[in-house]
T-cell receptor
Framework: ETGVTQSPTHLIKTRGQQVTLRCSSQSGHNTVSWYQQALGQGPQFIFQYYREEENGRGNFPPRFSGLQFPNYSSELNVNALELDDSALYLC??????????????FGPGTRLTVT | DAKTTQPPSMDCAEGRAANLPCNHSTISGNEYVYWYRQIHSQGPQYIIHGLKNNETNEMASLIITEDRKSSTLILPHATLRDTAVYYCIVRVAVINDMRFGAGTRLTVKP
């Protein structure tokens, strides 16, 4: 069974640029959630995708957007990067979609630095 | 979602049981208690979850008080590899996000 994978591992961008982060869900999982984790804090929910549709969103502006593909992999796009976007971005996959109690399995994260 | 309160840090001797407390005094009847941990520089790892009854798996035990206002995660024989930040989360099924707080930093010492 393949776990959750994310790419790239590390990324450095300049303020104002755009970035795309990628996530491959664990085999058999159809739901992907994205989280932002600033240094020294717990992860904060960005949004979730289930069957290629956004299925819940946290308190993040529209410049944070996402996609889910038919194979359940997902992308997180961030436009107009700000310095405060520097964080570890975590992807988590689960089965069952919204409204379920299934546990989420996290990937290792992508460390984004905005300068 | 109910909020949780955890001590910021705890120490435990290697080989002893680690008991991590969590208060969730405003928990609702349909909210589950989840525990995750995050070892430095890795993604959070699911440990266990429960609703009312005590739960046990190969990693840990979860003890939920009868009034459900608090719970304790027990690592029966802590090892150095259990050093991590432990998060207690209360979650409703219809809300899709896991709402992480600051967690408890557990340090297992030799």
């Amino acid at each position: 069974e393949t776990g959750v994978t994310q790419s790239p591992t590390h990324l450095i961008k300049t303020r104002g640029q755009q970035v795309t982060l990628r996530c491959s869900s664990q085999s058999g999982h159809n739901t992907v959630s994205w989280y932002q984790q600033a240094l020294g804090q717990g992860p904060q929910f960005i949004f979730q995708y289930y069957r290629e549709e956004e299925n819940g969103r946290g308190n993040f502006p529209p410049r944070f957007s996402g996609l889910q593909f038919p194979n359940y992999s997902s992308e997180l796009n961030v436009n107009a990067l700000e310095l405060d976007d520097s964080a570890l971005y975590l992807c988590a996959s689960s089965s069952g979609g919204g409204g379920s109690y299934y546990e989420q399995y996290f990937g290792p994260g992508t460390r984004l630095t905005v300068t | 979602d109910a909020k949780t309160t955890q001590p910021p840090s705890m120490d435990c001797a290697e080989g002893r049981a680690a008991n991590l407390p969590c208060n969730h005094s405003t928990i609702s009847g349909n909210e589950y208690v989840y525990w995750y941990r995050q070892i430095h520089s890795q993604g959070p790892q699911y440990i266990i979850h429960g609703l009312k009854n005590n739960e046990t798996n190969e990693m840990a035990s979860l003890i939920i008080t009868e009034d459900r206002k608090s719970s304790t995660l027990i690592l029966p024989h802590a090892t150095l590899r259990d050093t991590a930040v432990y998060y207690c989360i209360v979650r409703v099924a219809v809300i899709n996000d896991m709402r992480f707080g600051a967690g408890t930093r557990l340090t297992v010492k030799p």
